[in-house]
């Protein structure tokens, strides 16, 4: 069956460190998303990428890099700098372009971050 | 710009009542809108959309929503609340904006009473 595998599912860092979670995606989409989630709050754009080899800062970006380098992957970065990166981290893929708009995206199962 | 407001952060329903969840859009041009639930350390499930076809739309497990442009709402129904939908839902829009950028509401937790 098609969909987007995210791993780990539990994540911890140290201070200082950084951590990458994985997004993997066999829907054939060019399109792919990295979202937060906060407690109680509802799910801001960290990153996107239309197309390999291309990304777009989101509304929070900072404090984290992406890079996408195969259609498949979309892996995200929280770098040391991301001061307060506990969260749920959330990925998603959906067909790019205009006369798509309308088509929904489709959603992993997210990887929950937390500080040691 | 576009924006959502879902107007009620809890809902609590007993088994077999209905369900309301209230949502109103703000969006520049003809929006597409979408229900997605959430269950507890899972991602969003897609439940319905609103592609500006009918303004009665039906999605999975027996929910439906009413797309009323006059009201700028959105707002899901189910005639019959079961156990398993306790969970969070969130209305979102996705206009024409570069990247098709999705707008979230802030989430309506559900929870059902036996």
């Known amino acids: 069956d098609g969909g987007i595998t995210q791993s780990p599912k539990y994540l911890f860092r140290k201070e200082g460190q950084n951590v990458t979670l994985s997004c993997e995606q066999n829907?054939?989409?060019?399109?792919m998303y990295w979202y937060r989630q906060d407690p109680g709050q509802g799910l801001r754009l960290i990153y996107y990428s239309q197309i390999v080899n291309d990304f777009q800062k989101g509304d929070i970006a900072e404090g984290y890099s992406v890079s996408r380098e195969k259609k498949e992957s979309f892996p995200l970065t929280v770098t040391s700098a991301q001061k307060n990166p506990t969260a749920f981290y959330l990925c998603a893929s959906a067909p790019p372009g205009q006369k798509t708009y309308n088509q929904p995206q489709h959603f992993g199962d997210g990887t929950r971050l937390s500080i040691l | 710009a576009q924006s959502v407001t879902q107007l009620d952060s809890h809902v609590s329903v007993s088994e077999g009542t209905p369900v309301l969840l209230r949502c109103n859009y703000s969006s520049s041009y003809s929006p597409s809108l979408f229900w997605y639930v959430q269950h507890p350390n899972k991602g969003l499930q897609l439940l319905l959309k609103?592609?500006?076809?009918?303004?009665l739309v039906k999605g999975i497990n027996g929910f439906e929503a009413e797309f009323k442009k006059s009201e700028t709402s959105f707002h899901l129904t189910k005639p019959s609340a079961h156990m398993s939908d306790a969970a969070e839902y969130f209305c979102?829009?996705?206009?024409?904006?570069?990247?098709?950028?999705?707008?979230f509401g802030g989430g309506t937790r559900v929870l059902v009473k036996p």
């Open positions: 609103y592609t500006s076809a009918a303004t």
């Open positions: 979102v829009v996705r206009g024409l904006a570069a990247g098709n950028k999705l707008t």
């Open positions: 829907l054939n989409h060019d399109a």
